[in-house]
């Protein structure tokens, strides 16, 4: 058992390294802060300093601008301080990564959000070996279990297929940065046009820029005839659910993918006609199998169900706790460069340590 005192600490700016003086996914205005990915919830606006992975350069630039920005290639090693610092992949979203830091003889690594199931448009998640590891818990409850990816796009160009052949516009709605990308990597370009959300665009040219292959798309504000609107399908943040700016689509069919959907009360909740349960964090038994792959002696829950899990890994005997932090609420923000019209632990093994 490590016992040892942390060498991450909650402060009230957010996650704090005292070894190398700085913090990872700052919620308050800070001299030096290391971005897991640039979801609004982790990547905030207002410190002097961002250092994150390469690939998600981009990405962070598209939602804050010209920030002053470091990067680092996934496993490059560099000394701030008195801590050695290296990032890897997360398998969250384009860019995403886990934070190592290393000093006096001890290793935490800080997960950000995660998930291990492959996904075109990023990294796969790099278990990371370690004495402490920081973790979401977004979906920390037994009943979230995720059918592959592969399965939830068969339907969803399924649905699409079935509402051009009834001459019906299909809206996804969906997180713009991430899920927006996830889901037109795997969409079927023959069955019509794909048009985007003035929120979505921007950041689908930085995933291109990054090398990751996405279909031809087009803003769903430009002149298009009845014909083609009534074959495609718009991918929109659930923000523009209900506005004005859905008129443009007539007699729509509309449906929602989210992890949430797993749950028929959130269906229901959300309003539309169909939900698909694809995520970008682990579920249940990911969460597990991450956690016991860093063989750690020391588990953090940051967001999410926290106290399932806390108990869960309490009782396969790995010390527990949780940090308070302002992570979880993934708004649909804009980018910075979008034009304006523009988501009891009682069963499960954890992982052989």
């Not at 598209?62 to 992949?89: F, K, N």
Request: proline share 7%; net charge negative; glycine share 10%.
């Amino acid at each position: 058992m490590d016992r040892h005192p942390p060498l991450i600490t909650a402060r009230p700016e957010g996650l704090y390294c005292a070894a190398g003086d700085f913090y990872i996914d700052p919620w308050r205005p800070v001299d030096r802060a290391v971005i897991t990915h640039a979801h609004s919830d982790h990547a905030r606006s207002g410190h002097r300093h961002y250092l994150c992975a390469a690939p998600g350069a981009g990405v962070l630039r598209s939602r804050l601008g010209d920030v002053p920005l470091q990067t680092l290639a996934y496993g490059e090693r560099i000394r701030i301080g008195d801590a050695q610092l290296s990032l890897h992949p997360a398998g969250h979203v384009l860019g995403s990564a886990q934070v190592r830091v290393e000093a006096q003889g001890r290793v935490w690594v800080a997960s950000g959000d995660y998930k291990l199931e492959p996904d075109p448009t990023c990294e796969a998640f790099e278990p990371v070996p370690c004495n402490g590891f920081i973790t979401e818990s977004t979906f920390g409850l037994p009943i979230y279990r995720w059918r592959k990816s592969s399965e939830i796009m068969d339907g969803i160009n399924a649905w699409w297929r079935e509402n051009a052949e009834a001459g019906r516009c299909s809206v996804l709605f969906c997180y713009a940065f991430g899920k927006a990308q996830r889901i037109l990597s795997g969409l079927d370009p023959q069955i019509g046009p794909i048009l985007v959300h003035g929120a979505v665009e921007p950041l689908n040219a930085a995933y291109r820029a990054a090398g990751v292959a996405l279909p031809q798309t087009r803003y769903a504000t430009e002149n298009h005839s009845a014909a083609d609107i009534a074959r495609a399908i718009v991918l929109a943040p659930p923000s523009a659910g209900g506005s004005i700016w859905m008129r443009r689509f007539g007699d729509y069919a509309e449906a929602f993918a989210s992890g949430w959907m797993q749950v028929r009360a959130a269906r229901k909740q959300r309003g539309v006609e169909r939900g698909f349960a694809l995520s970008d964090h682990a579920d249940w038994p990911g969460l597990l199998q991450a956690i016991g792959a860093t063989g750690a002696e020391q588990v953090f829950v940051t967001h999410g169900q926290v106290e399932p899990l806390i108990r869960y890994l309490r009782e396969a005997g790995i010390a527990a706790q949780s940090f308070r932090t302002e992570y979880g609420a993934e708004e649909d923000a804009a980018p910075a460069d979008a034009k304006p019209d523009e988501d009891r632990a009682d069963t499960g093994d954890l992982a052989a340590r």
